[in-house]
């Protein structure tokens, strides 16, 4: 065997004769506190540091036979609903539950027996075993029990009758477990006296499973199984199914492949099966599996074999989990199908009513939604006008016993391109914009768009997903359909339609013309809208109906001649023009007919008793009717109106004639025969119109009314009596001469009182005139208008009558509903008016009852204005960009701060360059991206008593960039670079700042993108200044223009005047010679000149002496002397503009 040097040292064990004992040891991760435990949670540590495994529970008081150990609640694992189906005393049992999802059916099998139970929805079924039978014991031999026995609450590795062996490996007499870094470990043995069968008359085979679980993963995994009296046949990890699934819910299987399984014998000849694994993943489980034969020789006296038997007082609870299926989600355009495959369970088949059926209700607005019964596929019909967004919708199982279950499905709808309604005239190009989603988002980029099928072939789908339409003049008006192919970048394809109505561009209307009977008029060619001319070429023709008094000439005018038969009034008729294209339309004409003959006779007016003449009737141009035009009375013409033959009317209504207006009709014969009926309208007026003055009087005063008179003055007849009417008051006495004296109380409620009086006329004829009468409250107070800030105090006088009067003495004083508690009414009527900082500004109304001495009462309301005392103002800020500046807290305008406590915020639209602090103060830091200019935004003030006001802060932001170009020169046919231009401090231009040509800058200047400008000017370039601009733009979008000067000079040409020696190479030129011959030497005194004194400013006689300094010396002062001038005047001439 294998040396077991790397083993934990060996123990002794004594062990007996005739069992089978089983060893555990487990080797976790060292160093780690010891976390394995076994309930009791009281389990004990041995002296070296190993945690010994505890016993939970006896079974039965007085029985040490324990058939199980599982976790203890506190170690995390997993622990089964039901413990009492363990076996109990020597009984083994086994449950299979085989659950058949696809069928009608669910199934319990044990131990070769089964039993099927319908399928419903919860899938739990109740006292499911009761029809099982106890099986028969195939073997029965002598035996003795080779379970592991406990002793003071743990387990022993053989009998505890035998102390005479040791075990080598192992704890004398115990089971260990070493202490390690992970978490729980839970050890469950199915019993070392499961017999499953018989492998010879003389050996029996034995079957033992070791269940392992943990919570925490475990490295460095080690067990060791003792194998007494056994014929090694195997030992391995396997899986016992739904055993272990039930033993510790929720926990997975660890994969087998993970363990080793070696054999070792000690020297006493002892087997061991050590199982190990480097790690043991967290929250699964395992099981070990030996198997081994034991000869019959062995067994003791008084043991008994017994094979496996079906319990069923154990079990009482089926768990069938019912088929469920399950709909993906998925996504679909509006007006397409869509199918939805089941990815769940299959529906089960069968009949009614075992069947199992699945309905679904569609969401408002949609279709049936279909389920295949065999195959489960959904199938739903998206409305066309379906909204984008997730429609969950319930599909309810009915399953055969009538139970339900719900499994709810999602269709995503997705938006739907959609193109804008289109309007184009026939000979018009326009395009239709790309569609959009539903939502007004754009379609995503790589969309690709196609024309559909059928579309008209005057309509191109472009590859942006535009449209472009040009229909001609020969397509019919009306609304056409374009579809479109929209292809997203996933592949998706959608058919989107564009609607499109084309219209005629011409829309002709002729102008209704008027024409009077026996006259001509011509009316104009229609003509558009817009007053355009129909396209030439257009033909014109009478449609159905026109009149034959009116022709229609070829050029569209119309020549309208009605005769004195035609009807006056409106004739509507139809022109049809027909357009070069060859399409036509018909334009509705209309012509008004006037009868120039339009009698009206003036209205009349008469006093009854009375007699007058209405003149004979004329048209409104005041020109008579025809000669021989004839008058008669029409139908109910009154008696006392007579129509003259010279149409005049003769009116003497009586004094039985009803006042008011009269209207009757008069028949006009024209000499044509042709007539008409006049209206004629006469008002006849009561000769007497009486009216009472109206009275004004104050309570308990009395006045006078003068009786009534007419209109116009006049007295009413002599003999006219008078009398008081229905609610007359009882304060107004009616005269005999038909005066009235009124003298209301002071219980006459003030205001206007209207009352009748009665007139009774000579002739026994009587009108009620109505009177009024105005009663006044001498007393009207009112309150003078009080104004006080916040905080401070004021006395409102005591209220007086408009006249200035004061109320009578004895007027009381008291506060109204709502008047505010900053108001003290006091008893002479004055009103002391204090609010507190917390009373809102504003006009605050309330009232005052006034009580007079004589009981009566009023309100008078009274206005307050209560104003804030503070109005805050910030200064105006200036600042360049990219600098900082603090404005200060705003002050009142009388320089007064506001009150302490006052908050600041910024408003709505502050920019994020400004910073409103605690304290009121503003920090503006506006980078170069700010635009220069004046920025106005608000500061929320908000004051202690809560209320607020927005400030208004205006901060100008400046470009502190002033840039300036060197003046350049240069010589025609040659180039120079002007360098970038600089502020005037020197310092260079925003990085990302560009430079472009201005207007008219030359063909021979590159304005580059450094800034540096390169000036090439050709030969042809005219000698002289050349100014032109370079437009400046800065990274915050601001530009300016600045001016730049160049001096293009001839060749040979360096730019001196007159009077400079050196202008070229001429021996005859003052100061020149021959370019050959030498100078002197310097220090030489040469032959043609005297010695110089260097400090000596006399250069001698300039005609023949040769000059110290060289022409070039001077032309090169002359230069810059001309360059200092040069950038001097530049300076000075320059000039710049911003944009």
């Known amino acids: 065997m294998s040396s077991m040097s790397n083993r934990r040292p060996r123990r002794s064990l004594r062990r007996g004769a005739a069992g089978i004992s089983l060893a555990l040891a487990v080797a976790l991760a060292p160093g780690a506190v010891p976390t394995i435990l076994m309930a009791p949670a009281s389990a004990a540590v041995s002296a070296d540091g190993q945690t010994q495994i505890g016993v939970p529970e006896y079974r039965a008081a007085g029985n040490d036979m324990v058939d199980k150990l599982y976790a203890d609640a506190d170690a995390g694992v997993p622990r089964p609903g039901n413990m009492d189906i363990w076996p109990t005393d020597d009984i083994n049992q086994s449950l299979n539950i085989q659950t058949q999802s696809n069928q009608q059916s669910c199934a319990v099998t044990m131990m070769g027996q089964s039993q099927g139970f319908p399928m419903r929805a919860d ?35 053989r009998p505890a009758t035998d102390a005479d062996s040791e075990d080598s490996l192992t704890t004398s007499g115990r089971v260990q477990v070493t202490s390690a870094d992970a978490g729980y470990l839970t050890l469950a043995m199915d019993g070392w006296g499961n017999k499953i069968g018989v492998s010879s008359p003389n050996n029996i085979m034995q079957h033992s499973r070791l269940r392992l679980a943990t919570k925490e993963p475990i490295e460095n995994f080690r067990l060791v199984l003792r194998m007494d009296k056994h014929a090694k046949v195997d030992t391995r990890i396997t899986t016992m199914g739904n055993w272990n699934g039930w033993w510790a819910p929720g926990y997975t299987q660890a994969p087998s492949s993970n363990f080793t399984i070696t054999y070792e014998t000690d020297a006493d000849g002892l087997t061991y099966a050590v199982i190990e694994a480097d790690e043991v ?44 299926p399950q709909w993906d989600k998925q996504t679909v355009r509006p007006g397409d199908s869509v199918t939805v495959e089941n990815t769940g369970d299959a529906i089960p088949q069968g009949t009614q009513p075992d069947a199992t059926t699945a309905v679904a209700t569609p969401p408002e607005g949609w279709g049936e939604i279909a389920i295949d019964a065999e195959t489960g596929v959904l199938t739903a019909e998206v409305p066309g006008d379906a909204a984008p967004g997730d429609y ?70 472009n590859e942006d997903g535009t449209i472009t339409v040009n229909p001609g003049y020969d397509v019919p008006e009306g609304e056409y359909t374009v579809p479109v192919v929209v292809t997203r970048p996933d592949g998706s394809t959608e058919n989107v339609e564009a609607k499109v109505t084309v219209e005629n561009p011409n829309d002709p209307a002729y102008e209704t013309e008027t024409v009077d009977q026996g006259e001509t008029v011509t009316v104009p060619a229609p003509t558009n809208p817009d007053g355009s001319s129909l396209p030439e070429g257009s033909e014109f023709a009478p449609g159905d109906d026109v009149p034959d008094w009116v022709t229609v000439n070829e050029d569209g005018t ?108 008069v028949v006009v014969t024209y000499p044509d025969g042709t007539s008409e009926t006049i209206d004629v309208t006469v008002v006849v007026n009561n000769p007497n119109d009486p009216a009472f003055e109206t009275g004004i009087v104050d309570q308990g005063e009395t006045i006078t009314i003068p009786a009534p008179s007419n209109p116009d003055g006049s007295a009413l007849p002599e003999g006219s009596e008078f009398a008081p009417g229905d609610d007359t008051p009882d304060w107004v006495t009616v005269n005999e001469d038909g005066t009235l004296t009124v003298s209301p109380g002071a219980d006459v409620t003030p205001g206007g009182h209207t009352f009748p009086i009665v007139v009774t006329y000579p002739d026994g004829s009587e009108e009620t005139i109505q009177v009024t009468v105005v009663v006044n409250n001498p007393n009207d107070p009112a309150y003078e208008t009080g104004i006080v800030d916040q905080g401070e105090t004021i006395t409102i006088p005591t209220p007086t009558n408009p006249d200035g009067s004061a109320l009578p003495g004895g007027s009381e004083y008291a ?186 800058t030359p063909d021979w200047v590159t304005v580059n993108e450094d800034g540096t400008l390169t000036v090439s000017p050709g030969t042809d370039v005219e000698p002289g200044e050349h100014t032109f601009p370079v437009v400046v733009t800065y990274p915050d ?41 030498p100078g002197p030497k310097p220090g030489d005194d040469g032959d043609e000149a005297p010695n110089q004194d260097p400090g000596d400013r006399d250069q001698g006689d300039r005609d023949d002496s040769p000059l110290p300094r060289t022409g070039v010396d001077v032309a090169a002062t002359i230069a810059a002397a001309v360059l200092l001038l040069g950038l001097g005047a530049g300076l000075i001439l320059r000039a710049r503009r911003r944009s």
């Open 123 to 157: 899938g739990v079924y109740a006292d499911v075993d009761r029809n099982f039978a106890q099986t028969t014991p195939r073997v029965t031999r002598n035996f003795y029990d080779q379970r592991p026995h406990f002793d003071n609450g743990y387990m022993l590795t």
């Open 281 to 324: 993943p967290a929250e699964s489980w395992a099981t070990v599996t030996f198997r081994g034969e034991v000869l019959a020789d062995d067994f003791a006296e008084g043991g008994q074999l017994y094979s496996w038997s079906a319990a069923t007082a154990d079990f009482s609870t089926l768990q069938c989990e019912a088929p469920l």
């Open 392 to 461: 969950t919708f319930p599909v309810e199982m009915t399953y055969g016993d009538g139970t339900t279950k719900t499994v709810e499905v999602t269709i995503t709808v997705l938006p739907m391109p959609t193109y804008e309604d289109t309007t184009v005239q026939q000979g018009e190009e326009k395009t239709v914009p790309v569609p959009v989603d539903q939502s007004g988002e754009p379609l995503p980029e790589g969309t690709e768009f196609a024309p559909g099928e059928g579309g008209p072939d005057w309509a191109t789908v």
């Open 558 to 665: 119309l020549t309208v001649s009605p005769g004195t038969e035609v009807t006056p009034g409106g004739h509507t008729f139809p022109v049809v023009v027909t357009y070069p294209d060859g399409s036509e339309e018909t334009i509705q004409v209309t012509v008004v007919v006037n009868n120039p003959n339009d009698p009206a006779y003036e209205t009349g007016i008469v006093d009854q008793g009375e007699t007058i003449t209405i003149p004979t009737p004329e048209n409104p141009d005041g020109s008579a009717l025809p000669e021989g035009t004839e008058f008669a009375p029409g139908e109910d013409v009154p008696d006392w109106v007579t129509v003259n033959e010279d149409g005049t009317l003769t009116v003497s209504p009586g004094a039985n004639v009803t006042p008011g207006g009269h209207t009757f009709p």
């Open 815 to 1000: 506060p109204g509903d709502d008047t505010p508690d900053w108001v003290t009414v006091n008893e002479d009527g004055t009103l002391t008016v204090s609010p507190g900082a917390d009373v809102t500004p504003g006009g605050h109304t309330f009232p005052v009852v006034v009580t007079y001495p004589d009981g009566t009462s009023e309100t008078i309301q009274v206005t307050v204005v209560v104003n804030n005392p503070n109005t805050p103002i910030y200064e105006d800020g200036e600042v360049d960009q990219g600098e900082t500046i603090t404005i200060p807290t705003p002050e009142n305008p009388d320089g007064s701060p506001l009150p302490e406590g006052t908050e600041f915020a910024p408003g709505d639209d502050t920019p994020d360059w400004v910073t409103v602090n605690e304290d009121g103060t503003i920090t503006v830091s506006p980078d170069e991206s700010v635009t220069p200019g004046d920025h106005t935004f608000p500061v929320v003030v908000t004051y202690p008593d809560g209320s607020e006001e927005t400030v208004d802060v205006t901060v100008t932001v400046n470009n502190p960039n002033d840039p300036v170009y060197e003046n350049g020169e240069v010589e025609q046919g040659e180039t120079i670079t002007i360098p970038t231009p600089e502020n005037p401090d020197g310092s260079p231009l925003p990085e990302g700042t560009e430079f472009a040509p201005g207007d008219d």
């Open 1037 to 1077: 979008g601001s530009s300016e223009t600045i001016e730049v000067t160049v001096t293009v000079t001839e060749p040979g040409d360096n730019g001196t005047g007159p009077g400079d020696d050196d202008n070229g190479s001429d021996d005859s030129n003052p100061g020149d010679g021959p370019s050959d011959e």
